[in-house]
Structure formats: structure tokens, C-alpha cells
């Protein structure tokens, strides 16, 4: 899958050095994947949550950062949505961002 934007992982990695490993292993796996739909997505990845729209939250570093990546399955992209603390995540409407 193409990811927009990686800048973001690597961004947040840097404000937050303790999640930085989980991060890149995430970002590669999204990179190196193709999925045609969310249950694909959801075998590859078994412990996120599916929202509304294609788009997943996925738990980082025990659950302490959140990732939400919204799915072109068509064009094969991933749009980096969201991420934060799970304070952050929580004053959001994950469904509409």
C-alpha cells in the first residue's frame, strides 16, 4: 500500500521516542501489504478496531498511542489520519477525521 503521509510516523516517532520501533514496524508492514478490503486488514492486523468509512484505529505501545489510517482499497493507499496520545485520541471523533 502506498501511505500518506510517513512524515507522520516519523514526526510523532521523534516527540515520542518509547513507540518509534512500534511505529516503523507498522508503517513498513502498511507498506509492504495489500489489502483489498478490511478483513484482510483486520487477519494481518488482529488486534485493531474497525471504524466506520475504511478506516482502523490501531493501539500502540499498549495501547498508550493511537494510530487511525483511513483505506483506498481501489488505489491501494492509506491515509494517515490521526496520531496521538490516547488522551489526544479520545477528544476526537475518530469516525470523522
Known amino acids: 500500500m502506498r501511505v500518506i503521509?510517513?512524515?507522520k510516523f516519523r514526526d510523532f516517532a521523534c516527540e515520542y521516542p518509547d513507540c518509534g520501533k512500534q511505529l516503523n514496524l507498522l508503517l513498513s508492514d502498511l507498506k509492504?501489504?495489500?489489502f483489498e478490503n478490511l478483513n484482510q486488514v483486520k487477519d494481518s492486523f488482529?488486534?485493531?478496531s474497525i471504524l466506520s468509512d475504511n478506516r482502523i484505529v490501531f493501539n500502540i505501545h499498549g495501547n498508550k498511542y493511537r494510530v487511525v489510517v483511513k483505506f483506498n482499497?481501489?488505489?491501494?493507499?492509506?491515509?494517515v489520519r490521526f496520531i496521538g496520545t490516547h488522551t489526544e485520541y479520545n477528544k476526537i471523533d475518530a469516525n470523522m477525521i
Open 32 to 34: 509492504r501489504k495489500s
Open 46 to 48: 488482529p488486534y485493531i
Open 73 to 79: 482499497f481501489k488505489m491501494q493507499i492509506c491515509y
Open 5 to 7: 503521509s510517513p512524515k
